[in-house]
C-alpha cells in the first residue's frame, strides 16, 4: 500500500555533509557573530583551528613570562593526539554553540500539481501520490513535482526527514504509460529515471511497506529498460540471481521476499501500518541533525559517483529504447488492452 522514506536522492542537503566545506562554513559563521565569546571560548578555538589545520602541536613550550603565547600552547597541546577530521568537527560543533540556534529559512513554495499532495510539519516533508483511481500512477507534471518538492525539502533548515507515500490501497503503479501518447518533456528519461517509484526505493533511508504489498518491475515486457540505478542497486542489494529474476523474468515478490532481499527495511500489519511508520518519522526528526546528516553522506559516499555514472547510462539507454519501433509497439499493446 505505501512506502515511506527519509529519502536522500543527490540533491538533498544530507550529501552536503564534507567536513571540509563545514569547516569553512564554521569559519565564515564564526565571523558573523556578534558578541564577544569571552578569552576561554577564543582559546578553545584557536587550539581546534591549528588541530584541524596541522594536526597535533608540533612547537616548542613558549618561556618566560610570554603568557598569550603560553595559554594558545596550551589550548592546542592540550588536544594531543585528537584527528584533523575530530577537530574540525569539534570546531563545526563549538561554533554552532557560540553562534546558538539559526532561525529556520523559510520553506520554498511549491507549485500544486494534480494527483501530487506536498505538506509540511514538525520537521518532516510528506509527499503524497494521491491518483488511487489510478493505481497512483505518475504524469510528467507528477514526476516534475517530485523533483521539486525534495529540492524545497533540501533548501528547508527546518526540514529533517522527507516522506514519500501513496493515497489510497496502492503506493504507486509506476509511470502512466499514457504519458508515451503525449509529447514528453525536456528531460523526459532523467526525470522518470531519477524517480521512479519501486526502484527509487533503493535511493532511500528506510522503506516500510504493509505486509500485503508486492513488488514488480516490468521493464522488459514494455520494451523498456532497467532504471533509477536498478541495473547497479538490485544486484548490490539482492544479489545477482535475485535481481536478474526480478529484472529480466518480471517475476512479482510479495512483501516478505522483499524484506528478506534488502528491499524493505521492515513490514508492518495494514492496520497498524501508519502508526508504526509515524513512531519511527517522528523519532528521526527528534534526532541531532548535524549527526543525522554527517551519518548519512558517511554511508552514501563511497556510492554517489557510481550512481551519478550508472544513472546517466541507464537514460541514455531508455531515451533510445522509447524511440524505438519494440517499445512504441509494447506499450500501445498494453494500452489496447487496458481498453477491452
Not at 613558549?62 to 600552547?73: D, L, S
Not at 524517480?195 to 533503493?202: I, Y
Request: hydrophobic share 40%; glycine share 8%.
Amino acid at each position: 500500500k505505501w512506502m515511506q522514506a527519509s529519502s536522500q536522492l543527490g540533491a538533498l542537503r544530507a550529501l552536503s555533509g564534507d567536513v571540509g566545506a563545514r569547516f569553512d562554513a564554521a569559519q565564515a559563521k564564526l565571523n558573523t557573530l556578534t558578541e564577544d565569546p569571552g578569552n576561554m571560548a577564543k582559546l578553545k578555538i584557536y587550539g581546534l583551528f591549528k588541530q584541524a589545520n596541522v594536526g597535533a602541536c608540533n612547537i616548542p613550550k613558549p618561556g618566560g613570562f610570554n603568557f598569550v603565547a603560553k595559554a594558545k600552547y596550551d589550548a592546542w597541546k592540550g588536544l594531543g593526539e585528537m584527528t584533523q577530521d575530530e577537530a574540525k568537527e569539534a570546531y563545526i560543533d563549538y561554533v554552532a554553540e557560540l553562534a546558538g540556534p539559526e532561525e529556520a529559512a523559510p520553506a520554498a513554495d511549491v507549485a500544486e500539481v494534480a494527483g501530487l499532495d506536498v505538506s509540511r510539519g514538525e520537521g518532516v516533508t510528506t509527499i503524497k501520490l494521491n491518483r488511487p483511481d489510478k493505481f497512483n500512477a505518475l504524469t510528467w507534471d507528477m514526476y516534475k513535482g517530485i523533483g521539486n518538492a525534495l529540492n524545497a525539502a533540501a533548501e528547508d533548515t527546518s526540514c529533517r526527514i522527507v516522506v514519500l507515500t501513496g493515497e489510497g490501497k496502492w503506493y504507486s503503479s509506476g509511470n502512466d504509460l499514457s504519458n508515451f501518447t503525449k509529447n514528453m518533456p525536456e528531460g523526459g528519461p532523467e526525470e522518470m529515471a531519477l524517480n521512479a517509484q519501486h526502484t527509487l526505493n533503493d535511493f532511500c533511508d528506510l522503506v516500510y511497506c504493509t505486509d500485503n504489498a508486492t513488488f514488480k518491475t516490468p521493464f522488459v515486457s514494455l520494451g523498456q529498460s532497467p532504471e533509477g540505478c536498478s541495473s547497479y542497486l538490485f544486484p548490490r542489494t539482492m544479489g545477482f540471481a535475485k535481481a536478474n529474476e526480478m529484472l529480466l523474468t518480471e517475476r512479482q515478490i510479495s512483501a516478505q521476499e522483499a524484506c528478506d532481499n534488502g528491499l524493505v527495511t521492515r513490514i508492518f500489519p495494514v492496520d497498524t501500518f501508519k502508526a508504526e511508520v509515524d513512531k519511527v518519522v517522528q523519532h528521526m526528526a527528534s534526532l541531532p541533525p548535524q549527526s543525522m546528516m554527517i551519518s548519512k553522506a558517511l554511508i552514501r559516499h563511497e556510492h554517489i559517483n557510481k550512481l551519478l555514472e550508472v544513472n546517466k547510462r541507464e537514460c541514455e539507454t531508455l531515451r533510445s529504447r522509447w524511440l524505438s519501433d519494440e517499445c512504441m509497439t509494447a506499450i500501445m499493446n498494453f494500452l489496447s488492452r487496458k481498453k477491452k
